[in-house]
């Protein structure tokens, strides 16, 4: 699977610009396939490139999905450095009734409180 996602960033704490990034995903097992690689890269010199482990925690195919991705890990296995997205496929957001669901699973991955929302004005 491919991807390719389009936005503004900030780097080096100050310069805002409007990157450009490019992702393969690949299925290690095939009996695990929420379990991914995603090696990405930008499409630019100044924007980052490299591979982290992907997984889908939840989704109900139809109008959101929760992924954490690991950049790297410590020497326990456990994640060094992560992040989390929840993909709408509604560009206004997720409805009441699904938030809540969104809410509970952020509770059981410990990350509630640390999302934003990002517009999709189609801007950058």
Same mark, same amino acid.
């Given at each position: 699977? @491919?991807?390719?996602?389009?936005?503004?960033?900030? $780097?080096?704490?100050?310069?805002?610009? %409007?990157?450009?990034?490019? =992702? *393969?995903?690949?299925?290690? +097992? &095939? @009996?695990?396939?929420?379990?991914?690689?995603?090696?990405?890269?930008? $499409?630019?010199?100044?924007? #980052?490139?490299?591979?982290?482990?992907?997984?889908?925690?939840? @989704?109900?195919?139809?109008?959101? =999905?929760? @992924?954490?991705?690991?950049? #790297? $890990?410590?020497? +326990?296995?456990?994640? +060094? +450095?992560?992040?989390?997205?929840?993909? #709408?496929?509604?560009?206004?957001?997720?409805?009441?009734?699904?938030?809540?669901?969104?809410? !509970?699973? !952020?509770?059981?991955?410990?990350? /509630?409180? *640390?999302? *934003? &929302?990002?517009?999709? /004005?189609?801007? %950058?």
């Amino acid at each position: 699977m @491919t991807a390719s996602s389009k936005g503004r960033v900030k $780097l080096f704490g100050f310069w805002v610009i %409007c990157a450009d990034m490019a =992702a *393969q995903y690949t299925v290690p +097992d &095939p @009996t695990t396939p929420a379990k991914m690689y995603m090696t990405y890269q930008g $499409l630019a010199s100044y924007l #980052s490139s490299g591979g982290d482990n992907y997984w889908v925690i939840d @989704t109900d195919y139809d109008n959101y =999905a929760i @992924t954490y991705a690991c950049r #790297s $890990l410590k020497e +326990d296995g456990s994640c +060094d +450095d992560g992040y989390s997205l929840i993909f #709408s496929r509604n560009p206004r957001g997720l409805p009441p009734a699904i938030q809540r669901i969104v809410r !509970q699973k !952020q509770e059981e991955i410990c990350m /509630s409180g *640390q999302f *934003q &929302p990002v517009l999709q /004005s189609g801007a %950058c």
